[in-house]
């Protein structure tokens, strides 16, 4: 686990989706407390229905909140500012949202689509432009996504794989300190979740960088990962080493079964 500065703080948080006010009855994460730091990366995992994308809208700022979310200042700056008191392109510049549904609605290339992502980083502008450093920045995102060589394709006619690929550079060009990763690896094959999982302890061994990940997958998720949050019923009821987790009893209570064992059993035939 890194012993970098905090990325994030959260403390505290509920979140549901009958508004900022609703009631407990109405939450879908409660009281749900961890850190980030930097060069960290925490999966958050759990069964259906226990708010693991609840928690990561929060963390993106598309879901109102109850209780504290703080983000790290610049390291020019020091200290930490509320999430909700953020506009979204000061947002943008800390936090970086990977959808797990995304989808194509312009017949956009995939160079225009990546470079969409420096929209944050651009001059407030009726009619922004891109600078040499955003072109730049955008070819690094395609290239540290594996997309460079598509660069003049149209998004609508890319597969499923392909889009999400773009997407994640699109994500990238924000040059976020935060990844948030909605099950990324959705639609790639097996080739391209392990490099994709690669490219992501990659990404977060570069300076002021953590990831936030939710994975279904539980191997993919132990390849990711250095902590793990174990999440039921919208509260956490384990986190740490991820190894450890995998092999406790909350995990098995979480999903009704022996975990640990079942997969051990799933992977004999290899």
């Not at 549901?16 to 749900?32: E, F, L, Q």
């Not at 979310?69 to 200290?79: K, N, R, S, T, V």
Request: net charge neutral; glycine share 12%.
């Amino acid at each position: 686990m890194s012993g970098g500065r905090e990325l994030l703080r959260a403390e505290g948080l509920c979140a549901g989706y009958g508004g900022p006010r609703s009631g407990a009855d109405k939450d879908v994460i409660s009281r749900v407390s961890f850190t980030l730091r930097e060069g960290e990366r925490l999966c958050v995992i759990g069964p259906n229905g226990c708010g693991k994308t609840t928690l990561l809208r929060v963390l993106a700022g598309t879901l109102p909140y109850r209780g504290s979310l703080l983000l790290a200042a610049g390291e020019d700056e020091g200290g930490f500012r509320e999430r909700r008191t953020l506009k979204n392109r000061e947002a943008a510049r800390e936090t970086g949202f990977l959808a797990q549904l995304s989808a194509a609605y312009f017949p956009y290339t995939v160079r225009e689509t990546v470079e969409l992502g420096r929209y944050a980083r651009s001059r407030p502008s009726a009619f922004p432009t891109m600078s040499d450093e955003d072109r730049l920045a955008a070819g690094r995102a395609m290239e540290d996504a594996g997309v460079e060589t598509l660069k003049d394709e149209e998004i609508g006619r890319l597969s499923g794989g392909q889009l999400q690929r773009v997407f994640y550079a699109r994500t990238l060009a924000q040059s976020p300190s935060i990844l948030l990763l909605d099950e990324p690896t959705n639609h790639l094959d097996l080739r391209y979740q392990l490099e994709l999982v690669a490219r992501l302890r990659s990404w977060t061994g570069e300076g002021n960088r953590g990831a936030v990940g939710v994975f279904h997958d539980l191997s993919l998720a132990l390849a990711f990962a250095d902590r793990f949050i174990l999440m039921d019923r919208g509260t956490i009821t384990d986190q740490g080493d991820p190894r450890e987790v995998v092999r406790g009893e909350a995990i098995n209570r979480a999903y009704g079964i022996d975990v640990a064992k079942s997969m051990a059993a799933l992977f004999q035939g290899w």
